[in-house]
């Protein structure tokens, strides 16, 4: 048998070398895309998180808003203080967060502004409470009010 005519199939080193350039340039594509979806899978996470505290508060303030009968604010303490004969419930307001017995609302407030009668008011009784945070949009404000009670003017 003639070892001359008799050819060995292998890839040459050429094609070899195509092939891992090829393979180079995909991995680096794609660890290129998941460190891109991995940051914005990071920035939902954060987002979702804050809308989240935004609403949680919303609910809270909106509960303890009719379900106390007094709201008095407190300027000098920065408090709101909800209460009846039987209970109270305090919400302190700092620059960072929000808190009160129960729970605690980790929100940068922007603006706060609260209202009795349809007028704004620095301290006392209210009726009506506005809230605008940092990072957020005018859909995430918090506007929270209480039908007023006739009793309160006799």
């Keep these: 048998m003639n070892s001359a ?9 050429t094609e070899m070398m195509v ?3 090829i393979s180079t340039i995909v991995i680096g594509l794609a660890f290129t895309i998941l460190s891109i979806v991995q ?3 990071r920035s939902i996470e954060v987002n979702y998180e804050h809308q989240s ?6 609910v809270a ?27 109270e419930k305090i919400y302190h ?5 929000i808190f009160n017995n129960v729970n605690s609302f980790k929100l940068k407030t922007n603006t706060i502004k609260y209202y ?7 301290s006392g009784s209210i009726d009506a ?9 005018d859909l995430h404000r918090i506007f929270v009010y209480k039908h007023n009670d006739p009793t309160i003017y006799f």
């Design 61 to 87: 303030l909106t509960i303890d808003f009719n379900k106390y009968p007094k709201l008095k604010w407190n300027s000098k303490e920065n408090i709101l203080l909800f209460y009846s004969p039987t209970h």
């Design 39 to 41: 940051k914005n899978m």
């Design 19 to 21: 092939v891992m350039v």
């Design 129 to 137: 409470i506005k809230l605008t945070f940092d990072n957020a949009t």
């Design 116 to 122: 009795f009668e349809g007028e704004e008011v620095t």
């Design 5 to 13: 005519s008799h050819k060995i199939k292998a890839f040459t080193l």
């Design 53 to 58: 505290q935004i609403q949680s508060l919303e």
């Design 93 to 97: 307001f700092s620059s960072d967060s």
